[in-house]
């Protein structure tokens, strides 16, 4: 079950998003002022990281393209830091932290403390996630410190639970466990339910981490409760998987079996093919686990074929990954290596994309702009060889 396990482990990373963004792309493509832009963009950038990361570098062109004209340094710094949350999640972790502390520094001379705070939270979960924990300690305390001074209390502690996840990371169980409860603490006085379920998912791993199942029980249970309370299916559905992996672990699969049907089904309606896929396999592994093969490598070919028909490509790795525990042979090998080559490929020319500038209009920028009156000079260089060489005729 360690590939279930870790959902849990990574997934409150991105406590910060909140529910479906009350924009959408169309309105921010027909947005014509970039400045707007920029802020619709700041809100769908929540709602892609959780559900659709290839849609930030989307965004992040057009945002670029149409900067342009202006050079805006809030829209700049903007795109900056959508390029460089698209690349640390895609694994280019020195390249998104240069675009990441660019973007963070012109949000400082602008003044934004709400800017300042997220950007000091997204500067140390890359930090965090190159294992460079002092760092990130620095940039989650340096964040929570700016949040302080922000309007709404939210900011305060927006980055606690990270730095809670930090300290767990480097060892530090009682600290992990006590910024996880003071972000708790703090989010219980103004109602963020969502933000609540995320802290308690977070203690109930540590639990299950080590092997304290009654313990995480709790937690989870928490972590459900509150996710009823808010307004977001996604919380509400992870609660409910977790609740799942506990029951298997205490021995009690038939209900795990259950539950993990269940969240299937919740996510089919939820209509996210990413974590549709994540459920099948769910219910592959823990088919195997219960000795029905068959039954188990059915649910990880759905998440195989359904993975291939939207062309998730890190879905497909992960599914052919787990039909290679019950298969030696080098066909799936060959598959998965294949897939990576494609997948860096693709990510490269996404990546490309940010130079917005066509060959034709580097071929025209690079073509000498000399003032008019050269070009007169130009002209009127015939006429004076003419008369220099009439003059060498007549004498």
Not at 224 to 253: C, D, H, V, W
């Amino acid at each position: 079950m360690n590939r279930i396990t870790l959902v849990i482990v990574l997934l409150h990373l991105s406590s910060f998003c909140y529910g479906q963004s009350v924009y959408n792309f169309s309105q921010f493509s027909h947005e014509s002022d970039p400045k707007n832009k920029a802020t619709i963009a700041l809100e769908l950038l929540k709602y892609y990281n959780r559900y659709n990361l290839d849609s930030l570098n989307i965004l992040g062109v057009d945002l670029k393209k149409s900067n342009e004209p202006i050079d805006d340094n809030y829209v700049k710094a903007t795109y900056q830091r959508i390029f460089g949350m698209f690349d640390v999640r895609k694994g280019f972790m020195e390249e998104g932290l240069k675009l990441l502390k660019f973007s963070r520094s012109i949000f400082l001379n602008l003044g934004d403390d709400e800017l300042i705070c997220e950007a000091f939270n997204e500067t140390g979960i890359c930090y965090l996630l190159m294992n460079d924990f002092e760092r990130a300690k620095n940039n989650f305390n340096t964040s929570i410190k700016f949040g302080k001074s922000c309007k709404s209390n939210s900011f305060s502690y927006l980055a606690k639970i990270n730095l809670a996840q930090c300290y767990y990371e480097n060892g530090d169980l009682t600290s992990a466990q006590f910024y996880a409860k003071k972000y708790i603490q703090q989010a219980l006085k103004e109602n963020k339910f969502e933000s609540i379920a995320n802290a308690y998912s977070f203690l109930g791993q540590i639990q299950l981490d080590q092997k304290n199942i009654e313990k995480s029980l709790i937690y989870f249970e928490q972590q459900m409760k509150n996710a009823e309370k808010s307004s977001s299916p996604y919380i509400l559905i992870r609660a409910k998987n977790n609740l799942a992996i506990t029951r298997f672990y205490q021995g009690k699969k038939e209900a795990a079996l259950i539950l993990f049907s269940e969240v299937l089904a919740d996510r089919k309606k939820q209509g996210v093919i990413a974590y549709t896929c994540d459920a099948y396999l769910n219910l592959g592994e823990i088919y195997t686990e219960l000795g029905e093969y068959k039954k188990g490598w059915k649910y990880i070919d759905s998440s195989l074929i359904l993975a291939k028909n939207h062309g998730l490509i890190s879905h497909r790795i992960e599914a052919l990954k787990m039909k290679m525990k019950n298969d030696t042979s080098k066909h799936y090998g060959n598959e998965i290596a294949l897939l990576r080559k494609k997948q860096t490929k693709i990510i490269n020319k996404e990546r490309a994309d940010r130079n917005l500038k066509t060959s034709i209009e580097m071929e025209q920028s690079t073509q000498l702009n000399w003032p008019w009156y050269i070009y007169l000079i130009f002209t009127l260089i015939p006429f004076v060889i003419y008369f220099i060489l009439k003059k060498d005729l007549t004498n």
